[in-house]
């Protein structure tokens, strides 16, 4: 099904069927998995790589229905990291193709502060990405819903494109609106891969909810383990190296140490972000081109002369030449 007629049939349905039950609703059903393919063929080449789901909602309908393209590589849920999403107005025939943030983390950290913090993201999203806000000049969005989400939603969007019903445009200009979105978010990536470490906000222990934490111990006394996780996160347990403190013991809830976890593991790229050439394609196999390493040797590897050497420098952590 061609992405114009599939935003066609949802943007003509969707009002009808939200006064109806959700389970087993066509549209529902249609939104799941046609919808959801008719996105993925819309990407062409990009299509590689990335995972798109559609959410008609769950249990009830959703004020605001979505088709979100994710990177593994940054995220796998609406709920965190960024996005490229397309979110569907509560009340008119009107849907917005978003570059957003994932509003639930946000939320849980910051509360009452949430859309303050998402907006001022989304404004540096759109610094990072300058060079496409001429192909996508939608920085702000209307939803026409006040639940919280929506509202979320809107604080979180960073730049895009709106259509109407009426002026749907053709199928070639909504293929290349969605491209070039999606290379936006590859580009805000590794913008953001390229940010140096001094511009990094430190998080604060009051932010983790670590109750009486032990000093950490310093990274050359941390001996590195080759491991295959099978605990990590399921986009990440391919990677080999999983990099273990001595027995540190910190007291923290369950929620509190998922966020913790989150927050010590790191992405590592085995083929550098500054090798990559601008402009050009890259597709990922989250097996073979990422390591997850705790945040120390993240750090210290990158100052390594051969940052995608596991090997050695796993050796030089545990010579304590690093």
């Not at 009830?60 to 609406?78: L, M, Q, R």
């Not at 610094?127 to 939608?138: E, H, I, N, S, W």
């Not at 993240?298 to 690093?322: C, E, G, W, Y």
Request: charged share 20%; hydrophobic share 45%.
């Amino acid at each position: 099904m061609a992405l114009r007629e599939t935003l066609q049939r949802m943007l003509t349905e969707y009002a009808k069927a939200k006064v109806e039950p959700l389970e087993n609703h066509p549209l529902a059903q249609f939104i799941r998995h046609d919808a959801a393919q008719a996105v993925a063929a819309g990407l062409g080449e990009l299509r590689t790589g990335v995972v798109v789901e559609g959410s008609p909602g769950q249990g009830n309908w959703a004020a605001v229905p979505w088709i979100s393209i994710f990177d593994p590589a940054i995220t796998t849920s609406a709920t965190r990291g960024y996005y490229v999403v397309y979110l569907f107005h509560a009340s008119e025939p009107v849907v917005h193709l978003s570059l957003n943030q994932g509003t639930t983390a946000v939320r849980e950290e910051f509360g009452a502060r949430t859309r303050e913090i998402l907006r001022d993201r989304a404004n540096l999203m759109r610094k990072r990405v300058q060079d496409f806000t001429g192909a996508l000049p939608a920085t702000t969005i209307d939803l026409g819903s006040t639940a919280r989400l929506p509202g979320d939603y809107v604080a979180g969007h960073a730049l895009g494109a709106s259509y109407a019903l009426d002026a749907l445009p053709g199928e070639a200009t909504l293929r290349g609106d969605l491209q070039a979105i999606v290379r936006a978010c590859q580009a805000l990536t590794i913008a953001a891969a390229l940010m140096p470490m001094s511009k990094l906000k430190p998080i604060s222990r009051k932010s983790l909810a670590l109750r009486n934490p032990p000093p950490c111990p310093k990274p050359a006394n941390m001996p590195i383990t080759a491991k295959l996780s099978a605990t990590a996160p399921r986009s990440k347990r391919p990677s080999s190296f999983m990099a273990r403190a001595a027995r540190p013991v910190i007291s923290v809830s369950l929620n509190a140490m998922v966020r913790l976890v989150r927050v010590l593991l790191k992405p590592h790229h085995l083929k550098p972000i500054s090798t990559l050439e601008e402009g050009v394609t890259v597709h990922y196999d989250i097996g073979a081109d990422f390591a997850v390493l705790c945040s120390n040797c993240h750090r210290m590897i990158h100052r390594t002369a051969d940052p995608s050497n596991l090997v050695q420098f796993r050796d030089m952590v545990q010579s304590n030449k690093v």
